[in-house]
């Protein structure tokens, strides 16, 4: 009898020391699970357009775990108002987007602290698409036609104009300068304009799906403009330089992977983040993604060039987009963040 209490004992004892480690271990996880999201600075991307695999470094950054290596919860965020993005980042209701440059110089014009810190395209992404049967192979070819840009305003613009000053024309020189919105495809295959200023990657691309033949004159092979970059804000760099700083990081890791294996990065793009791409769409969509592969190659990776923003103010002043050049035009750019 005495033996069977004891063994009941030992029994309630351990059953107790087991309950107690439960306890302990289920707290453990608990406080383990509270405090990983408070170790993650969460950070809201800002991407113009919609999701397209032209982001896929972004994709692959964030799905190889380079943004949380960072300590940062990555939110992507897109929208085709661009302005808007960018009025939201000059007021710290955002802390980062990628955004074409000159949008850089115009909002800094509007005391917008905004700050470039990192090259995102190095070649100008915009050109000129054309039929064929135009003839337009270089930029003194434009005299006379029809060009369809989305308005005056915007990179597209932006390169067009540098493309005449190049060729010694200007907008009075063309056959008539027409607002076509975002829809250079269409209005080239129903002849509404002879020519488009339009971005490389994709819309010749497109624009041969559809109808016809194109040449394409790359703003970047006759002027050098400052292309599309990661943008942050004066605030956010004095506040937290270490995140500034991670974000470069991480997006140039995911730059690197696509351009050694863009095929593995196609498909983790289209699987989690562009997932309502049609499956006839794939082959194109894989050509728009090599197609991209020419803009981010570089041999200084996220590097700006101090020339190519003198000459872009240059362009935005002979617009009128610019009413007067900006005291510090250095002050919109910083490189400091970018890995040695």
């Not at 980042?89 to 810190?117: C, H, K």
């Not at 819309?203 to 002027?223: A, F, G, H, K």
């Not at 041999?299 to 987009?321: C, F, K, R, S, V």
């Amino acid at each position: 009898m005495r033996h069977s209490r004891v063994r009941n004992r030992v029994t309630v004892l351990a059953l107790i020391a087991l309950i107690v480690i439960g306890l302990l271990i289920g707290t453990y996880v608990l406080t383990q699970e509270d405090e990983t999201p408070a170790e993650q600075t969460h950070v809201t991307l800002f991407l113009s357009y919609v999701p397209s695999v032209q982001f896929a470094p972004i994709y692959i950054a964030k799905e190889r775990g380079y943004f949380a290596d960072e300590g940062i919860d990555l939110e992507i965020e897109n929208s085709f108002n661009e302005a808007d993005g960018v009025q939201r980042l000059g007021s710290n209701d955002l802390q980062f987007g990628i955004f074409s440059g000159e949008q850089v110089v115009l909002g800094r014009a509007q005391n917008l602290p905004l700050v470039y810190i990192m090259e995102w395209y190095h070649r100008f992404p915009v050109g000129i698409v054309s039929p064929v049967e135009q003839g337009i192979t270089e930029p003194a070819d434009l005299a006379g036609h029809i060009v369809g840009v989305p308005g005056p305003f915007g990179a597209n613009y932006l390169g067009l104009r540098a493309l005449l000053a190049d060729a010694d024309l200007t907008e009075a020189d063309l056959g008539e300068l027409r607002s076509i919105g975002f829809a250079a495809p269409e209005a080239i295959c129903e002849g509404q304009v002879e020519a488009a200023a339009v971005y490389i990657a994709n819309e010749p691309l497109t624009i041969e799906q559809q109808c016809t033949e194109v040449n394409v004159i790359e703003v970047s092979d006759y002027t050098n403009l400052v292309a599309n970059g990661l943008v942050t804000n004066e605030t956010t760099i004095s506040d937290n330089p270490d995140l500034v700083r991670g974000m470069v990081r991480a997006i140039l890791h995911g730059v690197a992977d696509t351009l050694a294996d863009p095929d593995a990065v196609f498909e983790v793009s289209v699987e989690k983040y562009v997932t309502d791409l049609p499956e006839d769409q794939y082959d194109t969509q894989r050509q728009v993604l090599q197609n991209s592969l020419a803009l981010w190659q570089s041999d200084q990776p996220g590097a700006t060039d101090p020339e190519a923003w003198n000459h872009m103010q240059t362009i935005l002043l002979d617009t009128g987009l610019l009413s007067a050049p900006l005291d510090d035009l250095s002050a919109g750019y910083n490189m400091s963040f970018l890995p040695d």
